[in-house]
């Protein structure tokens, strides 16, 4: 036989586009909502975010050193998780709460499941919960923003945010849209300015890093679920506040389509955003907690796995509907 041909394993188009240019690449997409955290509750918002960044580069070198691993801190995962650490935090905690979440974060739930890409749920959003579970006056004491009058400030130090209001029915005591959507809000320092966080989507987009496919499909959900279950009967609901407030943008965009912990499969990813919309919807609407987004994209990260199970396509040259395991 004359013509003979190798096969080899997949992948067999290989991308020179890196993790360290992924990772690099979310990071310059945060820095605007970096900047607006710092316009709007001031040089201690930068403060919690450095602390938290160094300390979750710090703790994945001294693990990798001390267990004879490769040093992988120059991939920058360790500090885009300890920058969304940051994000998830009130800019009133005091500074070792970053600390401990970020050392959370990468010690129990990235590097004992075996490092970048082996963690089961996002680092990120488990330290959330954990922080909040263990420190929750810290966590739930939110600030005025520094760009709100003197004359307002003046009257308190901390305010409630527009979901906490939400719960308690007082709609008339809700911010402006306007206010809302350029991060004029209570708030974690992250989480408020849904316009620096909607241009460090575009940048992603555009890079190629995510798709819209979860967030889009996570955010329509909530829309929807929360505008049909409104506080006045079907069809009432405000879902513009529960779309701006809160952390749907940030969790909608930078952590629900983290690949370590999301569906790969087109349709996955759709069923990926609708669980997470139908879970924050829910513990938004029916819950103790005015916030669910932290807790829906966890649960979801748990059933990633069998999502993609069902969800993925046909093997070629197979019959039936068997599935990849």
């Not at 916030?291 to 990260?301: H, K, R, T």
């Amino acid at each position: 036989m004359d013509n003979q041909y190798l096969v080899t394993s997949s992948p067999h188009f290989r991308s020179d586009y890196k993790i360290e240019r992924m990772m690099l690449d979310v990071i310059i997409a945060l820095l605007p909502a970096l900047i607006a955290g710092t316009v709007f509750f001031g040089i201690r918002a930068l403060m919690l975010t450095a602390i938290s960044m160094v300390t979750a580069v710090l703790t994945e070198y001294v693990i990798e050193k001390l267990l004879h691993r490769e040093i992988t801190i120059d991939d920058y995962s360790a500090a885009v998780t300890g920058m969304l650490v940051a994000f998830n935090l009130p800019p009133t905690v005091s500074w070792w709460i970053p600390v401990v979440g970020s050392f959370f974060a990468i010690s129990i739930v990235k590097m004992c499941f075996g490092g970048l890409g082996n963690n089961f749920v996002n680092p990120a959003l488990a330290a959330r919960v954990f922080l909040l579970a263990s420190w929750p006056v810290q966590m739930t004491t939110w600030k005025i923003p520094e760009a709100v009058s003197a004359a307002t400030a003046a009257d308190a130090m901390t305010t409630a945010t527009p979901l906490a209001v939400l719960k308690t029915g007082t709609i008339t005591h809700l911010p402006s849209l306007w206010s809302m959507f350029i991060g004029n809000i209570g708030g974690t320092i992250g989480e408020t300015s849904t316009l620096a966080l909607l241009i460090g989507a575009a940048y992603l987009v555009y890079r190629g890093v995510i798709n819209l496919k979860t967030p889009l499909s996570f955010i329509a959900t909530v829309g929807i679920m929360t505008w049909i279950f409104g506080p006045d009967g079907m069809f009432t609901g405000p879902f513009l506040y529960h779309i701006l407030g809160g952390g749907l943008i940030l969790g909608a965009f930078y952590m629900a389509t983290d690949y370590a912990t999301s569906p790969v499969t087109p349709l996955g990813q759709i069923i990926m955003g609708i669980g997470c919309g139908i879970f924050t919807s829910v513990i938004r609407l029916w819950g103790g907690y005015p916030e669910g987004v932290s807790y829906a994209i966890l649960l979801m990260n748990m059933v990633s796995p069998l999502i993609d199970r069902y969800t993925m396509p046909k093997v070629f040259g197979t019959k039936g509907a068997k599935k990849v395991a």
